[in-house]
C-alpha cells in the first residue's frame, strides 16, 4: 500500500458521500483507516460489493464488513476524455478502472488508475490500491476529510 503525495485529479470535484442511511460508512471509514472494507454474508458467505442490506444470493440480512488485501485486476478500463465537471477540465484525459478483487468473490470496483494518462493498459493486469486522502478543507465546514481508493500497477 502506498500513500499518495498528491491528489490524481483536482481537488474541485465533489466530495464522495456515504448515503444518508449509513449502509455505505463502514467502507468510506475504513479507507480512512487504509482498510478496503468488502461485505459478506454470514449465512452463505457470499461477498458483496457495492454495500447492501440484504444478501443478494441468500436474502439473509446478516451481512457483515471484512477486510480484504486491497489488490485487484483489471476487469475493464476506459480513458475519460470529456469533463464531467468544469474542475477536471485542465486534467483531461484520466484513467478510470474496473477493478475485480479474486480474494474478495471477484466483486468488482471503480476507481482511477493512477500513472501517465496516455499509457497502455492492459486487462487482466494486476494492481494494487493506494489510499488517496483528502483533508477537511479549513475554509468550508461542510467539507469533510475522506479517502479515495485508486490503483496502481503491482
Ligand atoms: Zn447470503
Not at 476524455?81 to 474496473?98: D, F, R
Not at 478483487?101 to 468488482?108: C, E, K, M, S, T
Request: proline share 9%.
Amino acid at each position: 500500500m502506498t500513500k499518495a503525495a498528491t491528489t490524481y485529479l483536482p481537488d474541485a470535484l465533489p466530495v464522495p458521500a456515504s448515503d444518508g442511511d449509513g449502509l455505505q460508512a463502514p467502507f468510506w471509514s475504513g479507507l480512512e483507516r487504509e482498510e478496503l472494507l468488502i461485505q459478506r454474508c454470514r449465512h452463505c458467505r457470499t461477498w458483496v460489493f457495492a454495500p447492501e442490506w440484504i444478501c443478494h444470493q441468500c436474502h439473509s440480512f446478516d451481512l457483515d464488513w471484512t477486510a480484504v488485501e486491497p489488490t485487484g485486476v483489471i476487469y475493464s478500463w476506459t480513458r475519460v476524455w470529456h469533463p464531467v465537471t468544469p474542475a477536471i477540465a485542465e486534467h483531461m484525459p484520466y484513467l478510470v478502472g474496473v477493478i475485480e478483487l479474486p480474494q474478495a468473490g471477484n466483486v468488482r470496483l471503480i476507481g482511477n488508475l493512477l500513472g501517465d494518462p496516455a499509457k497502455a493498459v492492459e486487462i487482466g493486469a494486476r494492481v494494487r490500491g493506494v489510499f488517496e486522502h483528502h483533508p477537511a478543507a479549513a475554509d468550508n465546514p461542510a467539507r469533510k476529510a475522506f479517502t479515495l481508493l485508486q490503483w496502481t500497477p503491482a
